[in-house]
């Protein structure tokens, strides 16, 4: 039908799909990663974990909308994990096979790259908050927060990136007959060793994408059209300088349950002190917008200063409300 498509194939896409693809497919392509193994069998798993070193890593391995990993510092709580996953169904066929895989320390960052099948076209660098609690506490979500560049960025360090995730990732990917086209995310790991990959996603992350494009001053079409004519070689982009940063204003008790319908109001008010407010579980109800999901609004703000936007963040957060609204308060604080 001649249609310019922005994205990859059904197969490329299993670095995203599938934990244990990507995981084989970056031990395959010598692309660093955490040390792991996969299981399909529950039992297996949980004999494993008789002698298994803690902390460690479980992962689902399909679609679980960024709930699906448990950091597990204890053999109980790896138990539990297994149980969760395999036995009760918690992600239906997405957990009906595991990845369990050593517990990387380090700074996490986010990199994403457009890609034309050949060429890769890198984008700012970001730092997300997976966390639902300050200082990194309680479960994984889909994100709580995000600012961009990421703080522990460097030129040497971006090219090493390039060098040893992004480019063998998009190589390795063409091999295989999965031409890659589309937005490329590798979740990343900076351990003392140098960067390692944690995941991948077949597209745009949230809230990542947010706190990026803030800061994109060229037209961000041209670039989503070099990917899909398969010619980025003629792309540039231009940037802002400003630090870019975002806070997910959520519903009390997510990622677990939580309830809708909560009326939202102040959001003019924030607008008003220069911060951007992206709707996310919203749904427009009978007076004004209402939440509908666990992830309800993104107030993002630039500045010179990474304070100076969190700053903005914060006071816009301050004119909003809506019953059972939760977020972190620490989003752009360095950490440990």
């Keep these: 039908r001649n249609l310019k498509i922005f994205g990859p194939t059904q197969k490329a896409a299993m670095i995203e799909t599938s934990k244990s693809f990507a995981k084989d497919f970056m031990r395959k392509n010598n692309i660093p990663t955490a040390d792991f193994q996969v ?3 529950a039992a297996v798993a949980l004999e494993y974990l008789q002698k298994a070193k803690f902390p460690l890593v479980i992962k689902a391995d399909g679609l679980a909308s960024g709930k699906g990993v448990f950091i597990c510092r204890k053999k109980d709580e790896a138990d539990e994990a297994i149980k969760e996953v395999m036995l009760d169904g918690k992600f239906g066929q997405s957990g009906e096979r595991v990845v369990i895989e050593e517990f990387l320390s380090g700074q996490e960052m986010t990199f994403m790259a457009v890609c034309d099948g050949k060429r890769v076209f890198p984008l700012a660098t970001s730092m997300d908050y997976k966390k639902v609690l300050e200082d990194d506490k309680g479960p994984n979500t889909g994100g709580m927060g995000a600012i961009s560049p990421a703080p522990q960025i460097s030129k040497d360090l971006f090219n090493q990136i390039m ?13 295989e007959n999965k031409e890659y086209k589309g937005l490329l995310y590798a979740g990343l790991m900076i351990t003392r060793e140098g960067p390692k990959g944690l995941e991948f996603n077949a597209r745009f992350g949230d809230p990542e994408t947010q706190v990026v494009l803030m800061r994109l001053k060229s037209d961000l079409v041209d670039i989503l059209e070099g990917s899909a004519d398969e010619n980025l070689f003629d792309i540039v982009a231009d940037w802002d300088e400003n630090v870019s940063g975002c806070v997910v204003l959520a519903a009390r008790g997510y990622p677990q349950k939580f309830a809708k319908g909560q009326k939202i109001q102040g959001l003019e008010r924030a607008k008003s002190l220069g911060v951007e407010v992206f709707h996310a579980g919203t749904a427009v109800g009978k007076d004004g917008p209402v939440s509908a999901g666990g992830r309800v609004l993104n107030v993002c703000a630039a500045a010179p200063t990474l304070k100076e936007a969190m700053d903005k963040i914060y006071d816009g957060i301050s004119f909003i409300t809506f019953d059972d609204m939760t977020f972190r308060r620490d989003i752009g604080w360095s950490r440990k």
């Design 39 to 41: 299981f399909n069998s």
């Design 163 to 175: 060098k040893t995730i992004i480019q063998p990732t998009i190589s390795g990917l063409k091999f």
